[in-house]
């Protein structure tokens, strides 16, 4: 282990050049977050000090570390003690913000690939806890580390047949084919549809190929409501939908939510038709 006196942003002795410590003690005097990606796995976890809760993931982590960057280094800035195992490096750091002298500790671990797995900071004291809450929340509402952007994307739906199935879901609801690419290695096909202005949204028409997936065909939810199809005018699409012959288990009411019925496909799969009270964006 390597026990290191006061030092401003040089590493420890004897590490190579690409050692994660080298590698964060470059940055650091460089002042330029560009090579975080770079440094940390894809499945990093940073612990702010003014967070609770971590930050996981290379790009949430690289945002806010990369936040921290334009926070804390400033010419005060200097690590007063380095110690360095094989897997793990402790690294205390003084600096000075708006005249507030604060005393921290950088918790550093890393992989056999050399990437930093885990990222912790802890500060003292209180008010430059204070300090660093209001300056690293200026800079994260500023943009600095904007939350990621997931969606579901798909859901699968499991169906005797795919033609069977796009007869009703693009011949008669009207939802748009995607894709119906041949699979002949698995002796399946990739069909995918969605109904018409969908932005993200998709159906995976999946044939069932066991018998156990056979047995699941529209019953994927045990007789609940399985999906919710939003629209502009229900009005508009219930009157279309009974003429082109699908059955309402319910009819079109009034709820606090806003207006609803309820159809079955042809397999038995029950659908929420809505006009949400709040028209869907």
Known sequence: MNIEPPAPAEPP???ADDHPIAVWHRLVRSADPTGLDALLDADA???SPVVHTPQRGRALAAAYLGA???VFFNPTFRYVRKIVGPTDAMLE???VIDGVRINGVDLIRWNAAGRIVEFKVMIRPLKAIQLIHERMGAMLRGGAAAPPRQSIGLVALVVPDYDEALAFYVGVLGFTLLEDVP????DKRWVVVAPPGARESRLLLARAATPAQTARIGDQTGGRV????TTDDLARDHRRYRDAGVVFVREPAREPYGTVAVFRDPWGNLWDLIEPATPPR
Do not use: I, S
């Open 13 to 15: 002795p004897g590490l």
């Open 45 to 47: 976890v940073f612990h």
């Open 68 to 70: 921290a960057f334009k």
């Open 93 to 95: 750091f003084e600096t």
């Open 183 to 186: 699979v002949p290695a698995q």
């Open 226 to 229: 399985f999906l919710f199809l």
